[in-house]
Antibody, heavy 111, light 109 residues
Framework: EVQLVETGGGLIQPGGSLRLSCVVSGFTVSSDFMTWVRQAPGKGLEWVSIIHIDGSTYYADSVKGRFTISRDNSNNILHLLMNSLRVEDTAVYYC?????WGQGTLVTISS | QAVVTQEPSLTVSPGGTVILTCGSSTGAVTSGHYPYWFQQKPGQAPKTLIHDTTNKHSWTPARISGSLLGGKAALTLSGAQPEDEAIYYCLVFDSGVGVFGGGTKLTVL
């Protein structure tokens, strides 16, 4: 059974850092692209980042230079390191691949 | 980054057919933009319905299909059911970067 479970969300002050993890079971993170998508409260979906099979990565302009996507092939985990966090980064963060989604983890940026 | 546009809302009668579209500010949407379609119901994570323009997942209802139509990606829902009421999002990739549309709220009434 395929499962994606996001962890690492929480409340953090502006300017802080947070690392999200997406623990994957049922397939290997290196066998497909993996992506992060976020959704601010009451808003639509916003694409954040992607890591492809070959390791290439892409980012939305809104997070480029602040967020880093990576994967741990040994433990089958996808990560999103978020630095210089802003109030507007507040959202539920989902990890997903071509077909499957996690349930999301809430990140709240507030002083 | 491109701006991706969807109809903000659509209404379909039960058993009816509706087409949702997904356009890009940079020009025609093609298979090279790898269009995706997702369904999201209140309080739930999104669900992937279509990937790479036309490809369904095992859970995608047979009444739902993806295509390209008039320079846009399109999602056709035939024989609408009450459970199809949801927000539908498209996602396209432009030079590796993904962009979501604003979503279409579909009402079955």
């Amino acid at each position: 059974e395929v499962q994606l479970v996001e962890t690492g969300g929480g409340l953090i002050q502006p300017g802080g850092s947070l690392r999200l993890s997406c623990v994957v079971s049922g397939f290997t993170v290196s066998s497909d692209f993996m992506t992060w998508v976020r959704q601010a409260p009451g808003k639509g979906l916003e694409w954040v980042s992607i890591i492809h099979i070959d390791g290439s990565t892409y980012y939305a302009d809104s997070v480029k230079g602040r967020f880093t996507i990576s994967r741990d092939n040994s433990n089958n985990i996808l990560h999103l390191l978020m630095n210089s966090l802003r109030v507007e980064d507040t959202a539920v963060y989902y990890c997903a691949n071509r077909g499957y989604w996690g349930q999301g983890t809430l990140v709240t940026i507030s002083s | 980054q491109a701006v991706v546009t969807q109809e903000p809302s659509l209404t379909v009668s039960p058993g009816g057919t509706v087409i949702l579209t997904c356009g890009s500010s940079t020009g025609a949407v093609t298979s090279g933009h790898y269009p995706y379609w997702f369904q999201q119901k209140p309080g739930q994570a999104p669900k992937t319905l279509i990937h790479d323009t036309t490809n369904k997942h095992s859970w995608t209802p047979a009444r739902i299909s993806g295509s390209l139509l008039g320079g846009k990606a399109a999602l056709t829902l035939s024989g609408a059911q009450p459970e199809d009421e949801a927000i539908y999002y498209c996602l396209v990739f432009d030079s590796g970067v993904g962009v979501f549309g604003g979503g279409t709220k579909l009402t079955v009434l």
